[in-house]
Structures are given as C-alpha cells and as structure tokens.
C-alpha cells in the first residue's frame, strides 16, 4: 500500500506538463536539475538554524538590547491560590463576572481581589520585553540578510526584469548553485519558525502565522519538485522586515519612521507586485506554453492562500496607520497588550475615596472594597 501512495504521489501528471516525465529532468550534459531529495538536507539544517539562533539572541540580541536601554517592566506576581489556578489552567484565563463571583465565594477573596489576581496570573504568562526584543531582532537580521542575497541571487537574471523569461525553456531548466542555497536556507528557516512557533511570542494572529508557514514550506517545496525555481526565488525575495525591535527599545521615532517605509514596502510589494505581476505571471504565462495540470493549479492555490493573509496583514498594518496619522502610538495590532495592575491605586482609593485623574479624591464616605 506504501509503494502504490509513493507510486501515485510521484505521478509525473501530477507535477509536471504533458509529455514530460522524470526521465526528462535527470542530470545530463553538465546540466544540473532539482530533486526532491536535495529537500532532507532542511530538516537538519533547521535545527542547525534554532541552536543559531539560541547563539545569537544570547551573545548578540541579549547584550544589544542592554544598549538599547531595554527595560522591563515590574511585574507583580499573582498570590499562590489553588482554587483560582485550577480555574485559570482549567476552564479560562478570563472569568465572566458570574464566574469572578462565584470564584470570590470559594477562594474567600473578594470580587475586587479575584479580578486583581487574574489581571497578574495573565500578565505572569505574557512574554517578557526582552523576549520579544531578541525574537524580533532575530527575525530582522535574517530577514534582511534574506532579502539582500536573494536580491544577489537574481538580480542579474534576465526573468527579474522580464517575467516571461521565468517559463523560456520550462521545465528544462538547469539549476544554478545560488538558486540551490537560497532555496536550502529559506527553506530551513521557514521549517525553523514552524518548530519554535510554540514557545515564540504568541500574538493574535497565531493561527493566520502557522497556516503562512505551512503554506510556505509547501510552496517552496513544491516549486523546487516541479522546477518552478525561478517563480519560486521571484516570490521568496518578497520578504516582510520589521521594525519591532526598535519599538521595544522606546525608539518611537525611529519606529515611527521604519513603520511608514514598512507600511509602504508591504503594500506595493505583497498588495501590487506579487499579486498583478508576480501571479500574474504564474496564472497566464504558463498556458502559453502548455495545458493546465494539477501542479499548475496546486501552486497557484497556494499563491491564493498566502495573498489572502497578505489581505488579512495589509488591513492590520492600514489600521496601526490611521492610529499613526491621527497622532497615536504605533502599536502591533496583532500584539497581545499587558494588562495595567491598578492595585496600588486602588488599595489608595478604598483608604481615601475614589480616583480622579489618577489622584485620590478625599471624601468623608471611605469603603473599603478589599
């Protein structure tokens, strides 16, 4: 039964044009053609990424942000008690006001405390500032080292300024040692972010970043069975950059300012490139050439798939600009913000009266609410 699956997954009418088989892309006449197992070397070289990674957030990221001045936040600590945790681990991290009050009556905290310790235990689950400083410097430096060598890859190529040249000669066409190792570390990298993706910094947009990833690792293997590589290193050069970094480090204006090249870059690249002439390029060109097949229409799909969460990222980044414009703060709208503990305040409030600007207001009706 494995063999008939093996047999049937390799079908030459699934990859490749009619008329063409394997037999057809073997190595010959010192032409040298992709296989699919030049993709095993990425599951170890994957691995090889994270202990990189380890190195540089520890010896690089970690004394950089030192410089940078990042700092943490003091955090109070949730009191320990068994009651709330088994709700918290259990049933929610957020307790509707029916729960907080019937968790007030078995804990023997008040309604106010209650609240106050979910508001620390989330906060205690939150990833740390430099956490998320030393993740998203990571992410910069590789993406941009991406971007430039996979600008050097095909800079030079005749298809980066004329997208018909991607299919001349397709699918007989050779490899070159760049398009190798290009493809090789993005894709390790991608394999990488996929590994790690549960204990990276979660955001709201944490099921929208697995299916991106797979989807990726997909169609970047895909396109190297089916020697779409030269669509392939067109599409991984349209890379995201990040300015995060600077953000955590409290440089505002500098993040302020890569945020507009950011916003800019992303719309005309993912919302303009990639869409009217990169798939453009994928869809039309290739029926000029020969029929439709499943691998035809497998990669486009998946090319449907990544434009949507291109769609889906583009708004977020509209909505962080309109907060820009208007004079507010720019924030990651996929961030999940920390909760402010208002303890103190209000321990002040229930000894001298109620809250106005942050202030007590002295009255001569105090109530303790703790």
Not at 157 to 162: A, G, V
Not at 180 to 205: C, H, N, Q, T
Not at 213 to 229: D, E, G, K, R
């Amino acid at each position: 039964m494995f063999q008939t699956l093996y047999s049937y997954f390799w079908w030459e009418r699934l990859w490749l044009p009619a008329n063409l088989t394997w037999a057809d892309l073997e190595d010959r006449d010192g032409r040298v053609y992709a296989k699919a197992s030049d993709l095993y070397i990425t599951l170890p070289l994957a691995f090889l990424f994270l202990v990189v990674r380890h190195l540089f957030e520890t010896y690089v990221a970690t004394p950089l942000a030192g410089l940078l001045n990042v700092k943490e936040k003091v955090r109070l600590k949730a009191t320990p008690n068994a009651v709330l945790e088994k709700f918290y681990a259990a049933t929610t991290k957020h307790p509707k006001q029916a729960d907080v009050e019937m968790l007030s009556k078995k804990s023997g905290c008040t309604v106010r405390q209650v609240e106050r310790w979910f508001r620390r235990r989330r906060n205690q689950d939150r990833p740390s500032l430099l956490k998320k400083f030393r993740e998203a410097s990571w992410r910069f430096t590789f993406y941009l080292i991406a971007f430039i060598a996979g600008m050097a890859v095909i800079v030079d190529k005749p298809w980066f300024y004329d997208l018909r040249e991607v299919w001349k000669g397709y699918p007989i066409q050779s490899m070159l040692p760049s398009q190798y190792w290009y493809y090789m570390i993005e894709l390790s990298f991608y394999w990488s972010l996929l590994f790690s993706i549960a204990s990276d910094v979660k955001r709201k947009d944490f099921k929208e970043q697995i299916i991106h990833h797979v989807a990726t690792i997909i169609l970047i293997s895909f396109s190297w069975f089916a020697n779409y590589i030269r669509a392939g290193t067109l599409i991984m050069a349209l890379l995201p950059q990040s300015a995060k970094m600077f953000n955590y480090a409290g440089w505002r204006n500098t993040c302020n300012n890569i945020f507009i090249v950011f916003a800019a870059v992303f719309i005309i690249t993912r919302l303009v490139i990639l869409p009217f002439w990169i798939m453009h390029c994928t869809v039309f060109y290739p029926l000029d050439l020969y029929p439709a097949f499943f691998g035809y229409y497998f990669f486009n799909f998946m090319m449907v798939v990544l434009q949507s969460l291109h769609i889906f990222w583009a708004y977020l980044i509209i909505r962080m600009a309109q907060k820009f414009i208007t004079g507010k703060v720019v924030e990651d709208e996929r961030s999940d913000r920390e909760e402010t503990d208002n303890s103190e305040e209000e321990e002040e409030a229930a000894k001298n009266g109620p809250l106005s600007n942050g202030h007590p207001v002295l009255n001569n009706n105090h109530r303790k609410t703790d």
